[in-house]
């Protein structure tokens, strides 16, 4: 336990967790699918509608200067915080899901074609899974699959051998959603350089959870998503090495991404515009910035130290608990805790669980081969954040021992 950090006065943030759910205290454990919203993030949209709201590098109006500022300034965060070079190189999206989308789109359709092949995981999410699919089937490229071992960890020497004169590109989760694993994907991304092959990661868990640093980990792309990490939905970031970023097509076309259009020829923006198209999601790209703001102010390393424990707790406990079957149970993990529960079915959990008061997740969680693998046709997830705290994991605990008690005896 991290006695330094103050979950009960952190929790005094999360405007939603003060609540009830029918009579008893929410106890929100559906952090990797989104995570809650601090004040001062829900502030900071609510003053730039009440206060700025004007659109981005266009107007010469104060107010479009102001709304203009703001959103740069943001871009400036998201560069430090994740230690990328320049800000150049941070590029807004819509999520993980369209920065995975944007380097298949104007990456893979460049440089991937017939034969190639592409190496990702068996754990990947459907969105680090289906885009690659679509390039092949266009391309006649071909995808490898990392396998992975029954504590959901991926076989390092296994991905060394996939690896051919046909390797276009790796694409890989940094942090499992569905089970928890944190793979080691410093060592991974260098095996793959040694080979000469960029390394896209999907960084959708990792970045809520821990500090990342892009340039120590010498990724070629890292996408991750505003929503999981305390800030607005609909909001992302794709940061990408600029000689790629560079030489790479835009992704669409539109206002924002152009320095002039005439009917003869069309020269782009710069990089990061030029990824751009379009007004973007200003407000959301503010709420990232304060979200940022609010992590640095808490103290990361204290906060994944937090987190780490509470799941050591948690762990403890359910792996206790008789007809329980922990789903992941790497040696490296975050703080997320799949389960099943003999002749239960997930979704009969999750039901119960809300009955409690207690929101988890039941479900494949966009992880289907990760089911297939493991023979079950989905788990219960509870996923936990720095607010979250030991009392809460007792009520989990607790609800968990009247689930079975309602099927085994009841
Ligand atoms: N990659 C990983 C590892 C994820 O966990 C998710 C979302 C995504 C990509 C896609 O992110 P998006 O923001 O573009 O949707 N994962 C989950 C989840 O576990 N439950 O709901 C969404």
Redesign the pocket.
């Known amino acids: 336990m991290t006695a330094s950090f103050d979950v009960h006065r952190i929790r005094q943030d999360f405007p939603v967790l003060m609540q009830t759910i029918g009579s008893k205290p929410l106890v929100y454990l559906d952090n990797?699918?989104?995570s809650q919203k601090p004040q001062v993030v829900i502030d900071v949209i609510r003053r730039y509608y009440a206060e700025i709201n004007a659109n981005v590098h266009r107007g010469v109006h104060t107010l479009s200067q102001k709304a203009t500022a703001a959103y740069e300034e943001a871009r400036l965060k998201v560069k430090s915080f994740i230690n990328a070079p320049s800000e150049r190189q941070i590029i807004f999206t819509r999520?993980?899901?369209?920065g995975i989308n944007l380097v298949v789109h104007c990456y893979g359709r460049q440089h991937i074609g017939a034969g190639d092949e592409i190496i990702i995981s068996a754990m990947e999410?459907h969105?680090?899974i289906v885009p690659w699919q679509m390039l092949c089937e266009e391309k006649g490229a071909t995808l490898r699959i990392i396998p992975m071992n029954e504590r959901g960890e991926l076989e390092i020497e296994a991905y060394k051998q996939l690896f051919s004169e046909r390797t276009q590109f790796v694409s890989l989760?940094h942090?499992?959603?569905?089970l928890g694993t944190v793979n080691p994907i410093e060592t991974m991304i260098q095996i793959a350089h040694q080979h000469g092959v960029p390394v896209l990661i999907?960084g959708?868990?990792a970045v809520p959870h821990a500090p990342v640093d892009v340039q120590a980990l010498d990724c070629d792309f890292y996408a991750f998503?505003g929503?999981?990490m305390f800030a607005a939905t609909g909001i992302?970031v794709l940061y990408g090495k600029a000689d790629l970023l560079e030489r790479m097509p835009p992704y669409q076309g539109g206002g924002d991404m152009i320095l002039s259009v005439s009917f003869d020829k069309t020269i782009y923006n710069e990089i990061p515009h030029k990824f751009e198209a379009g007004t973007p999601h200003i407000s959301g790209v503010i709420s990232l910035g304060a979200a940022i703001d609010y992590l640095n102010q808490i103290g990361r390393v204290a906060a994944m130290e937090y987190e780490n424990a509470l799941l050591d707790y948690a762990t403890a406990q359910l792996a206790d608990i008789p007809r329980v079957n922990l789903i992941g149970t790497a040696r490296e993990k975050a703080s997320i805790i799949s389960f099943t529960i003999d002749e239960v079915h997930p979704h009969d959990i999750g039901t119960l669980l809300d009955m409690e008061s207690i929101a988890i997740?039941a479900g494949h969680?966009?992880t289907q081969p990760v089911m297939q693998w493991f023979q079950i046709p989905a788990t219960a997830r509870a996923s936990f954040a720095f607010y979250n705290t030991y009392e809460e994991v007792d009520r989990l605990v607790q609800a968990i021992h009247k689930v079975i008690e309602v099927f085994h005896h009841g």
Do not use: L, P
């Not at 999520?95 to 369209?98: E, H, N, Q, V, W």
């Not at 942090?175 to 569905?178: F, T």
């Open positions: 990797a699918a989104t999520g993980t899901t369209d999410h969105s680090n989760v942090i499992s959603n569905s999907d959708a868990q998503s929503h999981k992302g997740r969680h966009c």
